[in-house]
């Protein structure tokens, strides 16, 4: 046998393995599945898949330092890996490393992004990446409210003291003081509201919600009628329902679709800005 044979045999018992851990996997016999994914690793330490299979085993088991050693290593060989992110973004998370989770879920959300999206776990990835937005939107709201209280408590007193200060004017003068300190109060309060406003929970603009899911987009896509839908939700009406679009009736497929990259970026930038808008029920 040539080397070549060899190395095919060596593949073909290694996919072997990988078949019988899927088929472990679904019994939920995960250890005997981390072991027939461990045996195709050591036969083929380059295919990305055994990493990332092994990985989601580890993940049912709560094992999440094993998670990020093998998304890691998944991560090494193929950068694209859309599950190495997602499941490293968790295992971070897990750690309560909030940033460079949120990054790795956002990694995995870009990639999959225009991937087949039957195979591509984008509500999932979502939720998840929502979730720790929001967390993150929390502290620092938390962070930002007490700032401002403080600001707002110390002008406050700022203000008092001037006009204590402007008490020792002569008779005349003391209703007008009196009146331009309740006025600057007023204004001092109004300013403040204008700095909180960003934090204050609201409605999401309708043009940046899907009209069926009535949910900010996520993956919007825009129809040659012009609607904008969101991308999985399109593509199950166009699979299970028909092939038009689903407000203007118009005969539609699938090749039609194109990402609607304006909304998705006025979607990202009122987040950016309103991070209690990533909250999902």
Same mark, same amino acid.
């Given at each position: 046998m040539g080397p070549g044979l060899a190395l095919n045999a060596v593949a073909r018992q290694a996919e072997q393995l990988r078949k019988d851990g899927n088929n472990y996997f679904k019994k939920d016999r995960f250890g005997a599945a981390i072991d027939a994914y461990t045996e195709a690793i050591t036969l083929c330490p380059n295919v990305p898949v055994y990493w990332t299979n092994r990985a989601i085993c580890h993940r049912r088991r709560n094992d999440w330092l094993k998670v990020e050693e093998d998304c890691r290593r998944a991560i090494q060989i193929d950068y694209s890996s859309v599950k190495a992110h997602y499941m490293l973004g968790l295992a971070l998370l897990q750690k309560q490393e909030l940033d460079e989770g949120v990054k790795e879920l956002q990694k995995?959300?870009?990639?999959?992004?225009?991937?087949?999206?039957?195979?591509?776990?984008?509500?999932?990835?979502w939720q998840e990446l929502a979730k720790a937005k929001y967390l993150q939107w929390e502290h620092a709201s938390t962070k930002r409210s007490w700032e401002l209280q403080s600001l707002?408590?110390?002008?406050?007193?700022? #203000?008092?003291? *001037?006009?204590? $200060? !402007?008490d020792s004017q002569p008779e005349g003068f003391l209703d007008e003081a009196s009146i331009s300190h309740?006025?600057?109060?007023?204004a001092l309060g109004q300013v403040f509201r204008k700095a909180g406003e960003a934090d204050i929970?609201?409605?999401?603009?309708?043009? #940046?919600?899907? *009209?069926?899911? $009535? !949910?900010?987009?996520?993956?919007p896509v825009i129809t040659p009628s012009g609607v904008t839908y969101e991308r999985a939700v399109i593509l199950d009406h166009l699979q299970k329902v028909g092939k038009f679009d689903p407000i203007t009736?118009?005969?539609?497929?699938?090749?039609q679709l194109v990402p609607n990259l304006a909304i998705k970026e006025a979607v990202q930038a009122y987040l950016d800005k309103h991070g209690w808008a990533y909250k999902t029920d």
């Open positions: 995995a959300m870009d990639l999959g992004r225009g991937a087949n999206p039957k195979g591509y776990m984008v509500d999932e990835i707002k408590e110390a002008c406050e007193t700022a #203000l008092r003291e *001037k006009h204590f $200060l !402007d309740m006025k600057q109060l007023e929970p609201g409605e999401v603009p309708d043009y #940046l919600c899907c *009209k069926i899911t $009535l !949910d900010i987009f996520r993956d009736r118009e005969p539609l497929d699938i090749s």
